[in-house]
């Protein structure tokens, strides 16, 4: 079956960086597009955005244009997100998600704080 | 950018009742791509309906999509306790896929 499993739980310090994993299993990593959702502490989903996994082309949110970089390692099933510059708003659960009809398949999800 | 609002904020039913969930689109969305997911406490979300009113993989007959342009509804016909939970709504045919801001179903 299809599974996506994030890296750990980060803590950061503000204007640093984080780069969260996500390693696929199940299915042909190349064929589908990674997204990156977020989702504050109480507040609704916000997507960040894509790699296609098979061409490497990516497409970000103007939110994150800036701070954020979408790579992926088609020999390890991985896809990453990597947001920099980062302060407490930033503070949230980063989740990947297989992109088919909608989003099928879910990481568990990676909390990072950020905190001083 | 399309932005999505859900309705109510809230919705306080009781088990074997039937949920009405509204989502409205700031601009016409291609049903083919409008979705719908259930998120529990500290679980990732779980899609239920994609292109506005086909069920996922799984998902129970109880839960139904419908809609086109700018109105689309979830509806659960008899609401079972697991159903619990905030549901939003998603559009993914064209960047930003944006999210509504989710309704919680509270018993």
């Known amino acids: 079956q299809v599974q996506l499993v994030q890296s750990g739980a980060e803590v950061k310090k503000p204007g640093a960086s984080v780069k969260v994993s996500c390693k696929a299993s199940?299915?042909?990593?190349?064929?589908?597009?990674m997204h990156w959702v977020r989702q504050a502490p109480g507040q609704r989903l916000e997507w960040m955005g894509w790699?296609?996994?098979?061409?490497?082309?990516?497409k970000y949110s103007q939110s994150f244009q800036d701070r954020v970089t979408i790579t992926r390692d088609t020999s390890a099933s991985t896809a990453y997100m990597e947001l920099s510059s980062l302060r407490s708003e930033d503070t949230a659960v980063y989740y990947c998600?297989?992109?088919?009809?909608?989003?099928?398949?879910w990481g568990q999800g990676t909390l990072v704080t950020v905190s001083s | 950018e399309i932005v999505l609002t859900q309705s109510p904020g809230t919705l306080s039913l009781s088990p074997g009742e039937r949920a009405t969930l509204s989502c409205r689109a700031s601009?016409?969305?291609?049903?083919?791509?409008l979705a719908w997911y259930q998120q529990k406490p500290g679980q990732a979300p779980r899609l239920l309906i994609y292109?506005?009113?086909s069920r996922a993989t799984g998902i129970p007959d109880r839960f139904s999509g419908s809609g086109s342009g700018t109105d689309f509804t979830l509806t659960i016909s008899r609401l079972e306790p697991e159903d619990f939970a905030v549901y939003y709504c998603?559009?993914?045919?064209?960047?930003?896929?944006?999210f509504g801001q989710g309704t919680k179903l509270e018993i």
């Open positions: 292109g506005a009113s």
């Open positions: 601009q016409s969305v291609t049903s083919y791509f």
């Open positions: 199940g299915y042909t990593f190349t064929s589908y597009a």
């Open positions: 998600a297989r992109r088919t009809t909608g989003y099928e398949d």
């Open positions: 998603q559009h993914y045919g064209s960047s930003p896929y944006s």
């Open positions: 790699i296609n996994a098979g061409n490497d082309n990516t």
